[in-house]
């Protein structure tokens, strides 16, 4: 095919064309209100005061959303594989919801022959997985891992640098 044939083909619809993004009419994003740098010691310290205070827990893992692994308190786990994945299952559980038309996601939840394993979004860009011990039922399950992302994120920092104040014991 030679350059002039190609000026004698029937001309195709215009290619489309990107539109600038509309101006931002609101105040720029105020940095003082995001949340500081993790510190991953800290982070292992949280997971496992959370691990001591939930029942049915065999292991705890804080990854973020690309998949890197912050912190874990595991036994037996391929941590950098497990918050790989846990990105992934979170990503997928995201549109499988949306899809479903079912709400938006609030965890991934997977059953294997001997425990479960939960994803959930905890905070900005952190991912909480909880592994459920051998011969936990599902509800008990739901409810220790609800447990730990409940405390997990009264120990995270608050946007802006302070701590929260933990709920009063019951």
Request: charged share 20%; net charge negative.
């Amino acid at each position: 095919m030679t350059s002039a044939d190609t000026h004698s083909q029937p001309s195709r619809a215009p290619l489309p064309v990107r539109k600038p993004a509309p101006e931002s009419t609101g105040p720029p994003p105020d940095r003082a209100a995001r949340r500081p740098p993790l510190d991953p010691e800290r982070m292992l310290e949280a997971l496992r005061e959370v691990a001591d205070q939930v029942d049915q827990v065999a292991g705890l893992l804080v990854a973020t959303h690309d998949g890197l692994v912050l912190a874990d308190d595991t036994k037996a786990v391929e941590a950098d594989s497990v918050a790989a994945m846990s990105a992934a299952a979170i990503g997928l559980a995201a549109q499988f919801t949306a899809q479903a038309r079912i709400g938006e996601s609030r965890s991934a939840l997977f059953e294997g022959s001997s425990g479960y394993v939960c994803v959930f979004p905890v905070e900005g860009s952190l991912l909480l997985v909880v592994f459920g011990q051998p011969d936990i039922t599902m509800g008990l399950f739901t409810l220790a891992a609800k447990q730990a992302l409940t405390l997990l994120r009264n120990r995270l920092p608050a946007p802006g640098g302070s701590h929260r104040t933990p709920p009063p014991p019951e």
